[in-house]
């Protein structure tokens, strides 16, 4: 009987890890199948380019120079930096570096989402238009096709755009190269795949463009810990998608250490797992109640767990049937391995990684206890919203793209520490409180 029980249970199981490798398999294999490139546009649209900073001071300058040299005419984007509660220099550097500034302080509403609709109110006060808006973290850099892919695109009809975005520093550890390996995955073959079927590719909280209307339609409302995850919910419910644009990209410093990656990770973690309970029963009831791939599927992804979850429970799955001498289940967890570690290496295929990052995945049996230790930790408590910055290295580095995209060498330019006496305009710094200003209420 006992065994009967526990045959049963693990059979669960691992049809379950079936399923999951299955769903990630077919949209692999619709990776195959991607869309036709996007011919140039033939008009130039002005973008405002959004920076929500948090004490970035140590990062900021590799930005704000990278977007200097964008393949994009200099009058056709204006960049803003919002420093969000910032107690070091991240404000006067992105102001003698070319950006328009404007500091904001309020601890009663810390965030990135808070400081997005502070600063998107103040843009329109000052009366300036613009035909989109692209959001950047402050620790990044992007191709310099960037703006011309989002031109293109938006020409073509899209109304919401996200970038490739995985990592700057792939080499400088294990834990940066193997957070390389997921993004491969996670943020590359997937959109794609989704691409190819006409699904939504979802929003990763950088490198994202949005069209003005989408903008004014929607505002910025969203403050959980995910609040990118949550305004891709909102746009999926009222039937937009957003594009996957795998021609250009966005790299970003990533932790370095467990210690470092933690906070990131458990952040993540967090938000996405308010919104599976708060949002995702209602989306994945109307879409199928709607019959609507798109609501259906952008549910689903939600209910997805890291893969280091499916690994380790597959794991545990075919270790337990071979020492019970349970043949089915057996079998089961195997092909769902099978299937997870083809996903992986299917994304370090496409996007054309290098032999060290392969050899890197030595070290994915530590990375997946880690990451199944942190995931138990943070089921128990989801209910931080504060905005904490991740700890990362500070070194200026070159900035090389190390990940060509589909077989084309990446196009970063070289992005230098700033300088006294760099020749770019200064723009203005606005010392800004929120207090009385419209749209900023307390945050409860």
Known sequence: MELAACSFVLTLVAAGLLFLATYIGGLTVAALFRPACVPPAAARRRFAILVPAHNEQALISHLLSNL??????????????????????????????????YERFDRSA??????????????????????????????SIV??????????RLEAGSQVIQAYYSVLNVAES??????????????????????????????????????AAVLEQFSWQWFALAEDVEFHLALVE???????????????????????????????????LQLLRKVVPHLLIEGLRQRSLLRIDAAVEQCIPPLSIPFALGGACLGLSVALGLTIPAILA?????????YLLAGLRAVNAPLSVYL??????LYVAWKVRLYLQVLGSTQSTRWIRTARGTAARGCESPIPVRG??????????????????????HRLSPAGVPGVEEHQ
């Open 68 to 101: 200097q040299q964008l393949d994009y005419p200099p009058h056709g984007f204006d960049t803003y930096v919002v420093a969000d509660n910032c107690d070091d220099r991240t404000a006067p550097l992105a102001c003698s570096l070319g950006a328009e500034v």
């Open 110 to 139: 810390e965030g990135k989402g808070f400081a997005l609709r502070w600063l998107l109110e103040r843009i329109r006060e000052t009366g300036r238009t613009y035909d989109a808006f692209v959001v950047l973290d402050a620790d």
């Open 143 to 152: 191709a310099t096709n960037f703006l011309r892919s989002m031109n293109a």
């Open 174 to 211: 294990p834990v940066a190269t193997l957070r390389f390996v997921a993004l491969a995955a996670l943020h590359y073959v997937r959109p794609l795949g989704r691409s190819a079927l006409g699904l939504s590719c979802g929003l990763k909280g950088n490198g994202m463009c949005f069209a």
């Open 238 to 272: 009222e039937g937009l998608r957003v594009d996957f644009a795998p021609e250009t990209s966005v790299l970003a410093d990533m932790p370095t250490t467990f210690r470092q990656a933690a906070t990131q990770n458990a952040r993540w973690e967090r938000g996405r």
């Open 334 to 342: 195997a092909v769902s391995l099978i299937g997870q570690v083809l």
């Open 360 to 365: 890197a995945l030595g070290h994915a049996p």
């Open 408 to 429: 084309r060498p990446g196009t970063y330019p070289k992005a230098t520490a700033h300088q006294s006496g760099t020749a770019l305009e200064t723009k203005t710094l």
